[in-house]
């Protein structure tokens, strides 16, 4: 008093008094009260389930964090560390006290309670008017209790509203007529209903009229209807695919579960929880897809894993394609691989025999897939003008063509068929695009099957047509592989020797030196050269590194030729050459001498006739002046012979070099030579006017022009004047062309070959004065040269004698043979 202390005053609550208060809140069957403290310890509770009252100290975590924080009031949804059921609660801490109430409302009987509060309330106020005629006080006492109810009763339609707010389902109840009696505006949203719109309305009438399909729905069999009519009220349906339909006509999948409403033991309705699953509907199709696109891709590439040649890969391609389920393309297609400017179809499935031939080749560019083939994807919904073949009978379709394509170049075309009208589908397409580029994989992967085959076989083809015995092995010289040259010099198969170390093969001494030898490849990177000389055999080696794209050698290649018999033909043929140098030799001195001595006779001979014949003078009788000039000209052909001789030996017997030299010059000196035959014979003669530098000799070449000019006027026809046409040209491989052209009496085929043979004369000996000897010098001539010559001649009409010669450059003069 009077501002001091005067004591404290204790009021004792019982726990039964709390429990009392709080059991004249409506919370449902399984909903519950509870009072708790600072130090977490129940301070008194109310349930009309069966539990404790107080005297717990097991809250659940998330009214520990609230009690720990003295939180503001708010809702929250747990399980119960009473007695483990799971309520909506509603948490407020006590002013100005260390208590926390918390009330808790099951999810099972929330929104009934809410209708029986309802109830209550209607017949409290029925009550009210009647008490309010009896008594003032009661009257007073009854509003203020009322006042208290419909405060309990507010925030109880309020927790209810928050539930149905904040659940991401749709949430509506039903009553036995099947009219919409709440609903929230998760399902308002789904349903695409306005909010003054739903109540009163038959739920089955406006979502659920009908299947997905579009056929009817009757009520009869509508879940919803089938929870109503079940008499026990303990049904409970779950359906997990069926569609809902919206106002605006559209329709979306959707998974339900729908409850019976309870009241005082009968069912007066039922609570129906949907939700809308077309997200997960879409990820689980798009997940099925991505299964089926890959189970599809693995098994083309699964096929190509196998020893099946390409074409054989893509036909099981196609038919793994063409039987998808899950693609709108019919049985059939192709596909088509580039060769060069066109396609070439390498497989395909149910085509008629008239595609197969008319298509079998198409050009780039031309019809849809050769227009594919430039890198654009195809599409047609029906026959068009880019169909550019056709035949009597084809039915209208369409297509997909795609272009197979990698690292920028066009390999081929997937060409697909689809119904006439078909829609292009961007899904569709994506995966023909995916499908096409896998098989642009096998057909590289095959290309590179190809090469690799061909490559290993061109190169044990060629390791194997050497005659040389051929090897490959790494730093420790085990042997990678050997060609059958070799495996013959150990007695054994390639394939025995393969994977063997190759010095094991060898002697010690001779492995050891032979290490020595590679030794030095494998250390300078520089190829060695060894003659290998053993048991009477001659081995020539060459050894060669092989490294990488660094530089570096990884292994070495040997290369072994037996050159034992190349040898001893070597030094056969030094001795015979040898020996037909010194022959040659002797024979030409012999001829020289030979011709010097046999002209003397032969002038000495001519010269008597002579003496003789003017000795006789007239008195000589005229068959004795015959005989004496059959001797004279038989003794003048033997000179002529002998000097033709002489001049074919003397051919390529020079010592100098042939030069550079213009054929224009020796053409020259031939046609002075040839001064009186060409006049006499009364010979037309055209030359070039080009000039022709070769390497020749000068003397030898012309007297190459004039045999064969001085043969054109002496073999010319006997009723026109010789004409002869020499002409040259370079005919490339450092070589020129002549030729020597006539209109003579020409040169029967057979005797082509026998023209250029010594002592060959294809006329009769009386006719024309010669020896046989001057073509044959001419080739002789002309082989020295390091040319040839050939004959091209049309009996009565003429000759031509063509021949090459080198063009101007040094070389050395080659042995006459």
């Given at each position: 008093?009077?501002?001091?202390?005067?004591?404290?005053?204790?009021?004792?609550?019982?726990?039964?008094?709390l429990?009392?208060?709080?059991?004249?809140?409506?919370?449902?069957?399984n909903?519950?009260?509870?009072?708790?403290?600072d130090?977490?310890?129940?301070?008194?509770?109310?349930?009309?389930?069966?539990?404790?009252?107080?005297?717990?100290?097991?809250?659940?975590?998330?009214?520990?964090?609230?009690?720990?924080?003295?939180?503001?009031?708010?809702?929250y949804?747990?399980?119960?560390?009473?007695?483990?059921?799971?309520?909506?609660?509603?948490?407020?801490?006590?002013?100005?006290?260390?208590?926390?109430?918390?009330?808790?409302?099951?999810?099972?009987?929330?929104?009934?309670?809410?209708?029986?509060?309802?109830?209550?309330?209607?017949?409290?106020a029925?009550?009210?008017?009647?008490?309010?005629?009896?008594?003032?006080?009661?009257?007073?006492?009854?509003?203020?209790?009322l006042?208290?109810?419909?405060?309990?009763?507010?925030?109880?339609?309020?927790?209810?509203?928050?539930?149905?707010?904040?659940?991401?389902?749709?949430?509506?109840?039903?009553?036995?007529?099947?009219?919409?009696?709440?609903?929230?505006?998760?399902?308002?949203?789904?349903?695409?209903?306005?909010?003054?719109?739903?109540?009163?309305?038959?739920?089955?009438?406006?979502?659920?009229?009908?299947?997905?399909d579009g056929?009817?729905?009757?009520?009869e069999?509508?879940?919803?209807?089938?929870?109503?009519?079940?008499?026990?009220?303990?049904?409970?349906?779950?359906?997990?695919?069926?569609?809902?339909?919206?106002?605006?006509?559209?329709?979306?999948?959707?998974?339900?579960?729908?409850?019976?409403?309870?009241?005082r033991?009968?069912?007066?309705?039922?609570?129906?929880?949907?939700?809308?699953?077309?997200?997960?509907?879409?990820?689980?199709?798009?997940?099925?897809?991505?299964?089926?696109?890959?189970?599809?891709?693995?098994?083309?590439?699964?096929?190509?894993?196998?020893?099946?040649?390409?074409?054989?890969?893509?036909?099981?391609?196609?038919?793994?394609?063409?039987?998808?389920?899950?693609?709108?393309?019919?049985?059939?297609?192709?596909?088509?691989?580039?060769?060069?400017?066109?396609?070439?179809?390498?497989?395909?499935?149910?085509?008629?025999?008239?595609?197969?031939?008319?298509?079998?080749r198409?050009a780039?560019?031309?019809?849809?897939?050769?227009?594919?083939?430039?890198?654009?994807?195809?599409?047609?919904?029906?026959?068009?003008?880019?169909?550019?073949?056709?035949?009597?009978?084809?039915?209208?379709?369409?297509?997909?063509?795609?272009?197979?394509?990698?690292?920028?170049e066009?390999?081929?075309?997937?060409?697909?068929?689809?119904?006439?009208?078909?829609?292009?589908?961007?899904?569709?397409?994506r995966?023909?695009?995916?499908?096409?580029?896998?098989?642009?994989?096998?057909?590289?992967?095959?290309?590179?099957?190809?090469?690799?085959?061909?490559?290993?076989?061109?190169?044990?083809?060629?390791?194997?047509?050497?005659?040389?015995?051929?090897?490959?092995?790494?730093?420790?010289?085990?042997?990678?592989?050997?060609?059958?040259?070799?495996?013959?010099?150990?007695?054994?198969?390639?394939?025995?020797?393969?994977?063997?170390?190759?010095?094991?093969?060898?002697?010690?001494?001779?492995?050891?030196?032979?290490?020595?030898?590679?030794?030095?490849?494998w250390?300078?990177?520089?190829?060695?050269?060894?003659?290998?000389?053993?048991?009477?055999?001659?081995?020539?080696?060459?050894?060669?590194?092989?490294?990488?794209?660094?530089?570096?050698?990884?292994?070495?290649?040997?290369?072994?030729?037996?050159?034992?018999?190349?040898?001893?033909?070597?030094?056969?043929?030094?001795?015979?050459?040898d020996?037909?140098?010194?022959?040659?030799?002797?024979?030409?001195?012999?001829?020289?001498?030979?011709?010097?001595?046999?002209?003397?006779?032969?002038?000495?001979?001519?010269?008597?006739?002579?003496?003789?014949?003017?000795?006789?003078?007239?008195?000589?009788?005229?068959?004795?002046?015959?005989?004496l000039?059959?001797?004279?000209?038989?003794?003048?052909?033997?000179?002529?012979?002998?000097?033709?001789?002489?001049?074919?030996?003397?051919?390529?017997?020079?010592?100098?070099?042939?030069?550079?030299?213009?054929?224009?010059?020796?053409?020259a000196?031939?046609?002075?030579?040839?001064?009186?035959?060409?006049?006499?014979?009364?010979?037309?003669?055209?030359?070039?006017?080009?000039?022709?530098?070769?390497?020749?000799?000068?003397?030898?070449?012309?007297?190459?022009?004039?045999?064969?000019?001085?043969?054109?006027?002496k073999?010319?026809?006997?009723d026109?004047?010789?004409?002869?046409?020499?002409?040259w040209?370079?005919?490339?491989?450092?070589?020129?062309?002549?030729?020597?052209?006539?209109?003579?009496?020409?040169?029967?085929?057979?005797?082509?070959?026998?023209a250029?043979?010594?002592?060959?004369?294809?006329?009769?000996?009386?006719?024309?004065?010669?020896?046989?000897?001057?073509?044959?010098?001419?080739?002789?001539?002309?082989?020295?040269?390091?040319?040839?010559?050939?004959?091209?001649?049309?009996?009565?009409?003429?000759?031509?004698?063509?021949?090459?010669?080198?063009?101007?450059?040094?070389?050395?003069?080659?042995?006459?043979?």
């Open positions: 008093m009077n501002g001091k202390f005067a004591g404290t005053v204790h009021v004792a609550l019982t726990v039964e008094s429990s009392r208060m709080f059991a004249s809140i409506d919370i449902g069957e909903g519950s009260v509870g009072l708790w403290n130090r977490l310890t129940l301070v008194a509770r109310h349930s009309p389930l069966s539990g404790p009252t107080s005297g717990i100290n097991t809250p659940s975590q998330a009214l520990r964090d609230l009690i720990a924080t003295n939180a503001r009031p708010q809702y949804e747990t399980v119960s560390g009473v007695d483990g059921l799971t309520r909506l609660f509603f948490y407020r801490k006590v002013a100005h006290w260390p208590l926390h109430l918390v009330v808790g409302v099951s999810s099972k009987d929330y929104l009934a309670g809410w209708n029986r509060e309802a109830n209550y309330l209607f017949g409290l029925f009550v009210f008017l009647v008490a309010s005629v009896g008594a003032s006080l009661i009257i007073h006492r009854t509003m203020m209790e006042v208290r109810l419909r405060i309990d009763a507010e925030q109880a339609r309020r927790r209810s509203d928050l539930v149905l707010a904040s659940v991401g389902e749709g949430i509506c109840g039903i009553d036995l007529d099947g009219k919409v009696t709440f609903i929230n505006a998760g399902a308002r949203r789904m349903l695409g209903w306005a909010d003054d719109f739903g109540i009163g309305e038959v739920l089955h009438e406006q979502t659920h009229h009908h299947h997905a056929t009817p729905y009757p009520i069999t509508c879940p919803i209807r089938q929870v109503m009519d079940n008499k026990g009220g303990s049904l409970v349906l779950r359906v997990e695919d069926e569609v809902y339909w919206r106002a605006d006509g559209s329709n979306f999948p959707v998974e339900y579960s729908t409850a019976p409403l309870i009241e033991g009968r069912v007066v309705g039922a609570v129906n929880i949907f939700r809308d699953i077309s997200e997960r509907r879409a990820a689980q199709a798009m997940m099925e897809w991505n299964l089926a696109t890959t189970e599809a891709l693995a098994n083309c590439l699964r096929h190509s894993l196998g020893g099946q040649s390409l074409a054989q890969v893509l036909d099981a391609a196609l038919a793994e394609l063409l039987d998808l389920p899950w693609l709108s393309l019919e049985a059939r297609g192709a596909v088509f691989v580039r060769d060069g400017a066109s396609l070439t179809m390498v497989a395909q499935r149910n085509l008629p025999d008239q595609i197969c031939q008319g298509c079998q198409v780039i560019g031309q019809c849809l897939c050769g227009t594919a083939a430039t890198g654009t994807v195809v599409f047609a919904d029906h026959l068009d003008h880019r169909h550019t073949f056709g035949f009597d009978g084809m039915g209208d379709h369409g297509h997909y063509c795609v272009p197979i394509h990698a690292e920028g066009v390999l081929g075309v997937l060409n697909t068929y689809v119904a006439p009208g078909h829609r292009q589908d961007a899904k569709e397409q995966f023909l695009e995916m499908f096409a580029d896998t098989l642009a994989g096998i057909i590289m992967r095959k290309r590179a099957e190809q090469t690799l085959q061909e490559s290993e076989a061109l190169a044990k083809a060629l390791m194997n047509a050497t005659i040389d015995a051929a090897m490959l092995f790494d730093r420790d010289g085990n042997l990678l592989a050997v060609n059958e040259s070799l495996a013959a010099r150990f007695g054994k198969e390639p394939k025995d020797l393969v994977g063997t170390n190759f010095f094991a093969l060898l002697p010690p001494s001779l492995a050891e030196s032979r290490r020595q030898l590679l030794e030095q490849v250390t300078s990177g520089q190829p060695q050269h060894d003659i290998d000389e053993r048991q009477g055999r001659i081995f020539d080696n060459r050894i060669h590194p092989v490294a990488d794209d660094n530089g570096k050698v990884r292994q070495v290649a040997v290369f072994s030729r037996d050159i034992t018999e190349q040898r001893s033909a070597v030094r056969a043929i030094e001795k015979a050459m020996d037909l140098a010194r022959s040659n030799a002797e024979l030409e001195q012999f001829a020289y001498v030979a011709s010097h001595d046999l002209r003397q006779p032969l002038r000495m001979i001519s010269s008597y006739l002579a003496l003789v014949e003017r000795k006789l003078g007239p008195d000589l009788p005229a068959e004795i002046r015959d005989f000039n059959f001797a004279v000209g038989g003794a003048k052909r033997m000179d002529a012979l002998i000097l033709g001789l002489l001049e074919y030996s003397r051919v390529g017997r020079g010592e100098g070099t042939l030069l550079p030299i213009d054929l224009a010059a020796p053409l000196d031939a046609m002075e030579n040839l001064a009186p035959a060409i006049n006499e014979g009364q010979a037309r003669i055209t030359i070039p006017d080009r000039p022709a530098e070769v390497a020749g000799d000068h003397i030898e070449l012309t007297r190459l022009f004039q045999n064969l000019i001085g043969n054109a006027i073999y010319r026809s006997p026109r004047a010789p004409v002869i046409d020499v002409a040209q370079d005919v490339g491989d450092g070589f020129w062309q002549v030729s020597v052209a006539d209109n003579g009496t020409g040169i029967a085929a057979d005797d082509f070959d026998r250029f043979g010594i002592f060959q004369r294809l006329v009769q000996k009386d006719s024309v004065e010669g020896t046989g000897i001057g073509l044959a010098v001419c080739r002789k001539i002309v082989q020295h040269h390091g040319g040839r010559i050939w004959i091209e001649s049309t009996p009565g009409q003429g000759s031509t004698f063509l021949f090459t010669l080198p063009a101007a450059a040094v070389r050395q003069p080659e042995p006459a043979g």
